[in-house]
């Protein structure tokens, strides 16, 4: 867990892709880091016009909750331990690396070569 609240705010992302708003829905969020208790997270449906019932419901039905659960169990396997983080994968070879963190290209590049 990286943040208190990191569980409900996934959960939060899938319900607001229900209504098509994933994308304001995420950007809603990372201007309001430092809100994303549930109050937050719901009032920032409504400001973008979501249909707030379906959207509460959600959230409180805990609909995404094993998605979400399933999802990060599956990053912990691969190592991830926040973001960025991204999986470089040589699709003719099946070998792969791994960059955690924001880095330049020329780190990117580095990578891709040790993979050919």
Known sequence: QIHPFDQKAAEAYLCANEQGKYLEYHD????NQQALDTASLKSYASKL????????SCL???????????ELALATS?????TPFFVIVNTKTGDA???SGAYPWSQFESAIQSIK
Do not use: H, P, R, W
């Open 78 to 82: 691969f190592g991830v331990q926040g």
């Open 97 to 99: 690396t791994t960059i």
């Open 28 to 31: 809603m969020q990372f201007e």
């Open 49 to 56: 016009g979501l249909n707030t019932a379906q959207f509460n």
């Open 60 to 70: 409180d039905d805990n609909k995404y909750k094993s998605e979400v659960s399933k």
